[in-house]
């Protein structure tokens, strides 16, 4: 029915006259239609034996329920037929009326997770008893969907209505013990005790010892109902401010407000109904999309399907304690590995220590570690200013400036001093990883780990290959990436790799549209308006203008025909403007980091286009907002375009995760060929093609966005199956 997962559900019961009924599907225990139904007919069945007196609902392996599955999401959209698309079957015929409804009383044992749906069903039954790490939330808004199974209306009777719109709001799950305090759980035990713990609790419902609990008609936790319509008209505003192209949030929230105003089954016949509206959105593909891309991009063919086993990496070193060495190495020892931090003398290493240390600090002043849990992570940073223990470092990570003779000899002293096992990693941004192992006869463990700035925080990881980096070392980077949290992307070895390559033309074609007459301001406030964190000028602000420069030129030499060669940025600079470092670049910055338009500016705009000998052009002064997001992204599709065709990215989802994770492109679009997708490829050529014609090379479309358009295939689809659409 849409989802081609193998769920199932059993149903033992026990002498105690308790059946327990258990969700396997693994490796979530998701909520498939074969595991509804499962839930449905097992419950039909308790309920129909006179043996049994009470029900306990748990998941297999661990783990109560990720939720429903979101592979159905696809069919559902689709409009497959069937009783799964009547509105409020889940929720009212199934969770209400069968699981709360029923004369039975039943008990769910929450392990691991308790996630959407899966939170839904154990809000549905009349207890819940929980280990304390398990994980309870309801994060189907980051799916673009909203709760559907009831949790617009159980979670706010459990726990009230402001932390419910916390919960919903932010899709963050609480743990256990929390969720005991809130009153979302009746007790926590130890996984080893919680299923007879919520057997004997359920017989003390049947013999009247314990309450039984139907949550869909409490009141207490429920304000007053002046003070909810006040708390959700904050809430609606909050929504708005923080995701102005989001629908999907006012709809949650809509459907709580009818249950608190009209009553909790008014409310579930509105939830059934917007969660049909959110399902269908744009909003709620683009972001299934990017959870399915962003799991898979750990998978990499040639590569993760070779059943190779990840070495333990037991412990790292970095060389470099610069912004950048020092945010990776706060990463690592986040995660718990012991780290080496060198440096070439006693004030740039105790620098590099000190950087890692505010790093930490900064938690602990946010209230996200403790003093205890700080000593502990910096105990596992050791500074050093030679090689000698390196003897046992299972990984190398360089982080030092962008020169090719340095990496060069540090990579032959690595050769030297590390074990023959260990992996060379390279932080670089720019320089070819083929030349840095030049010196070496090791190229088969040289790799690229391209964090992004500030490491610690960002959660890409680029992990670059050359033609000769063995799969097992790919494999193990992998492991480590996964470990510290980031979301890994394997790609290859070329100038800027894929993440900074394809986004170089975002300032580019700003540039080039400001110095033709287009307004500085107003690019920025449309990106943004789009979506993005901030515009390109913003943006080249706060990456600073030395770096901004330095990244550029490197671009122009590797790819002079089609780079838009403006002197704006570098006359700026002569000027003393760097970026938000000196306060001053393309706009100007009061202590607080706030920035405002420079009225100076004109004049180095002026200057720059007597350089480029760009004249202005009426239309472009005076673009539509959708005409300048097209300008300013079109040239990074048609890059990204050239980086599937080149093989530097294995599939275009792994640069929608790119996009999403690196440079911050809304992950509500899907990422960026998803949403080029969205407009067509041909259409995305006619006008490049039309630009190109009137504004030089810097948007002519390549070859790759060339062939989709003649075809008409999408630029997201494998090569093969484009051609077969021919
Ligand atoms: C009507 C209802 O209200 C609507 C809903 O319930 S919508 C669903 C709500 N649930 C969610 O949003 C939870 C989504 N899942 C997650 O956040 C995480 O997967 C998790 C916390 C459950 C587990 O995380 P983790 O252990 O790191 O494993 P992770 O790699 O993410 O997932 C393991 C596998 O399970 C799959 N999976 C996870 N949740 C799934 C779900 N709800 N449906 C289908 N597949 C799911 C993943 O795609 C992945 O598959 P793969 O191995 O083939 O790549």
């Known amino acids: 029915m849409g989802s081609n997962a193998k769920g199932r559900v059993v149903l033992e019961v026990g002498a105690d006259g308790v059946a327990l009924i258990t969700i396997i599907n693994p490796p979530v225990n998701s909520l498939s239609f074969d595991v509804l139904t499962g839930l449905k007919t097992s419950y039909e069945r308790a309920l129909r034996r006179d043996d049994v007196k009470a029900i306990v609902v748990t998941g297999a392996n661990g783990r109560f329920s990720g939720g429903f599955d979101i592979n159905a999401f696809g069919g559902m959209q689709g409009g497959q037929p069937g009783e799964y698309s009547r509105p409020g079957y889940v929720s009212i015929e199934i969770v209400t009326d069968t699981l709360e409804a029923a004369k039975k009383p039943s008990v769910a044992a929450i ?3 308790a996630l959407g749906g899966g939170l839904e069903i154990a809000m549905g039954c009349h207890a819940r008893i929980s280990t304390p790490s398990a994980q309870l939330g309801l994060p189907e808004l980051q799916l673009g969907v909203i709760p559907g199974f009831g949790g617009t209306q159980r979670l706010p009777r459990l726990v009230g209505l402001t932390k419910s719109l916390e919960m919903m709001l932010t899709s963050k799950a609480v743990k256990g013990d929390e969720a005991f305090k809130l009153g979302l759980v009746d007790a926590i035990v130890s996984p080893g005790e919680l299923v007879s713990t919520a057997r004997r609790w359920a017989l003390d419902i049947v013999e009247y010892k314990k309450p039984r609990v139907a949550s869909l008609y409490k009141t207490d936790k429920l304000e007053p109902l002046g003070e909810a319509r006040e708390i959700l008209k904050f809430a609606r505003a909050q929504a708005r401010k923080r995701a102005p192209n989001l629908k999907h949030p006012l709809l949650c929230i809509d459907a709580i407000e009818e249950g608190i105003v009209s009553g909790p089954r008014a409310g579930l016949l509105k939830e059934a109904v917007v969660f049909q509206e959110a399902l269908h959105s744009d909003t709620c593909k683009s972001l299934v999309h990017v959870f399915f891309s962003q799991r898979g991009t750990s998978k990499v063919p040639g590569v993760t399907d070779l059943g190779l086993v990840p070495r333990r990496v037991k412990k790292v070193a970095i060389i470099g304690g610069g912004l950048m060495g020092s945010g990776i190495a706060t990463a690592l020892i986040l995660s718990n590995y012991p780290v080496i931090l060198k440096e070439v003398n006693e004030k740039f290493l105790q620098a590099g220590i000190g950087r890692v240390r505010a790093n930490l600090q900064s938690r602990v002043k946010k209230g996200n570690m403790t003093q205890e849990k700080f000593e502990k992570t910096i105990s596992l ?20 400036v962008e020169n090719v003779s340095l990496k060069q000899q540090i990579f032959a002293d690595l050769e030297k001093y590390c074990p023959r096992h260990c992996i060379l990693a390279s932080n670089t941004s720019t320089i070819d990883l083929s030349l840095i192992g030049d010196k070496t006869k090791s190229q088969d463990r040289i790799i690229g780990a391209h964090f992004f700035s500030p490491a610690h925080v960002m959660p890409l990881l680029e992990i670059v290959r050359t033609k000769q980096t063995s799969p097992q070392v790919i494999v193990d980077l992998l492991d480590v990436g ?13 100038t800027g790799f894929a993440v900074n390559r394809m986004f170089f033309p975002y300032t580019q074609s700003a540039l080039l549209l400001v110095e033709r007459g287009a307004n500085l301001y107003q690019i920025d406030k449309v990106i943004t308006q789009f979506g993005m964190p901030m515009g390109p000028f913003r943006l080249a602000d706060l990456v600073g203008f030395g770096v901004a420069i330095a990244t550029g030129t490197q671009f122009v030499l590797n790819f002079p025909e089609r780079t838009y060669k403006s002197m704006l940025i570098p006359l700026m600079q002569e000027d003393g403007r760097a970026g938000e470092t000196t306060k001053k670049g393309f ?11 420079d009225p100076e500016l004109p004049k180095y705009i002026e200057k720059a286009r007597g350089i480029s000998g760009a004249a202005i052009d009426p239309k472009l002064a005076k673009l539509s907002e959708k005409d300048i997001v097209e300008m300013v992204f079109f040239p990074v599709v048609n890059e990204a375009c050239r980086v599937l065709a080149e093989g530097i990215a294995v599939k275009s989802a792994d640069l929608d995760i790119a ?16 949403w080029a997708d969205s407009l067509g490829s041909k259409y995305i050529y006619s006008r490049l093609d039309a630009w190109s014609k009137m504004y030089g090379e810097f948007y002519k479309p390549c070859a790759y966005l060339a062939e989709r358009a003649a075809k008409g295939a999408p630029l997201s689809a494998p090569v093969n199956q484009a051609k077969s659409r021919l």
């Open 659 to 674: 996009a999403v994770m690196g440079m911050g492109f809304p992950p509500y679009r899907g990422g960026l060929i998803f």
């Open 111 to 113: 392990d691991g997770l």
């Open 482 to 494: 996964k470990r510290i949290k980031k979301t890994p992307i394997v790609v290859g070895n070329c």
């Open 587 to 597: 706009y100007l910055y009061d202590d607080k980091r706030r920035a405002k338009p």
């Open 381 to 400: 940073l050791k500074g050093v200013l030679d090689y000698e223990s390196f003897k046992d470092v299972d990984l190398v990570i360089e982080a030092v």
